[in-house]
């Protein structure tokens, strides 16, 4: 039996500086939604002709007037830039428009022009910039579903040709089809395929200028809250009630002094006779789970609620004497509705129970340290991991933030292994 008549005197400063346990260098890394671990690389196919500079604008203007009302360029391809000189396009591209030049030829978007051999055999197509080539640019006219290869080469012929002479090339190439969620994506799709442009804007998840703010508000103090998280896990595991993981719920404050509210360690083995009995031991005492139902028990305090029972099933009492200590000393408003605007720190990947657990408590961020591809519900990466993303999916009625906390001195022989349920 685990729960004490009293809190222990112990040195935990619920503001997050304690010498009990010393925070260690780590860093935030925010988490990728399911939509965006999904959506990697959507291409779609555009049209592209080369002008000359002087015609550029004037062809630019008629391209848009052309556009069915319905279309918007800046809208559907705003990620990507309207004019290119041929140096500065990425290697795959240069040889899918040269070679397709050397040919005669537009380009087929069906034809891998880097890789087939049978259009430039042994030879670099992709050689260096004609004069001509040089002075000129490429033109991003629209996507391909947008206006058809006829139709751009009327546009073509009135506005650069006034109606007669030569057909211009239009060449068909393949394009990012969504904006980068990044500014790496976006340079990497300028290697790979057409110079691109990060706005800071991701169309799969929160919006950067949100998850940054979040983040530098977190940072100070994050791992001091996993330095107190991976605590009372240790506790419950060298009192045997649990396995070494920990969770601990704070309250930012409206002034900036972010406190520790309540702190639990696992205790899925305190009421079972033995480990082998029952592999699972008892969920409910999870620790997620542990910490949700003390936020309720304190605010039940708060309001004169007699407890008939102090035992249940979730074990929302404190344990360990950490856990007594924040209990005890822990501040949490009477009135709150369940979660909102708390945040919870967890020393690993929430177990889908208690993923879903937090998102219905209604927390405005968790964090975790150590990720658990065999049973987390966070993470949207399926290689490896569940892939379900559940901090941030449209058909739920909540959504929060989400980061791991990336910090290898919280990883050591006495974690659990990942495959257990956390």
């Known amino acids: 039996m685990c729960l004490r008549s009293g809190p222990p005197e112990i040195d935990v400063d619920l503001h997050g500086d304690s010498t009990i346990f010393p925070p260690s260098a780590g860093h935030l890394v925010a988490l990728r939604t399911k939509a965006e671990a999904q959506a990697a690389v959507e291409v779609t196919h555009a049209h592209v002709v080369q002008v000359a500079q002087k015609a550029a604008n004037t062809l630019l203007r008629a391209i848009d007037d052309a556009l069915p009302p319905s279309t918007n360029i800046t809208v559907t391809l705003q990620h990507l830039r309207r004019f290119a000189k041929i140096t500065s396009l990425p290697l795959p591209t240069r040889r899918r428009l040269e070679c397709s030049l050397n040919q005669g030829r537009p380009t087929d978007p069906g034809v891998d022009y880097e890789a087939d051999p049978d259009i430039h055999g042994s030879t670099d197509c992709a050689g260096t910039p004609s004069s001509h080539e040089a002075s000129s640019l490429y ?86 809250w996993m330095g107190l998280a991976k605590k009372v896990g240790t506790e419950a595991s060298e009192s045997s009630i649990g396995e070494c993981i920990g969770a601990v719920i704070v309250d930012p404050g409206m002034d900036g002094a972010p406190v520790a509210v309540v702190a639990a360690g696992d205790a899925r083995w305190e009421e079972t006779a033995s480990k082998q009995q029952q592999n699972n031991g008892n969920v409910m005492a999870h620790a997620v789970m542990r910490v949700i139902g003390m936020v309720a028990r304190r605010r039940r305090d708060l309001l004169g609620i007699e407890e008939k029972d102090l035992r249940n099933a979730f074990l929302d009492y404190p344990a360990g004497p950490t856990e007594q200590t924040v209990f005890s000393r822990g501040i949490v408003q009477a009135g709150g509705y369940l979660c909102t605007e708390l945040e919870i720190f967890v020393t690993h990947e929430p177990c889908l129970m208690c993923s879903m657990a937090i998102l219905h408590s209604r927390f405005s961020k968790v964090v975790f340290t150590t990720r658990m591809p065999r049973s987390g519900g966070l993470t949207a990466e399926t290689r490896p991991g569940l892939g379900y993303g559940l901090w941030w999916r449209p058909e739920l009625n909540w959504k929060l933030l989400a980061w791991q906390w990336v910090d290898g001195k919280l990883q050591d022989d006495k974690l659990p292994p990942t495959d257990i349920q956390a």
């Open 139 to 224: 033109l991003l006219i629209c996507a391909a579903t947008t206006l058809s290869r006829e139709q751009v080469l009327d546009i073509l012929k009135s506005t650069l040709l006034g109606g007669s002479g030569s057909s211009p090339s239009i060449y068909t190439i393949p394009v990012p089809a969504q904006a980068p969620t990044s500014q790496e994506q976006a340079l990497q799709w300028s290697q790979d395929y057409w110079p691109t442009v990060y706005k800071k804007h991701n169309p799969y998840g929160p919006h950067p200028s949100i998850v940054s703010r979040a983040e530098d508000a977190l940072r100070p103090l994050a791992a001091d």
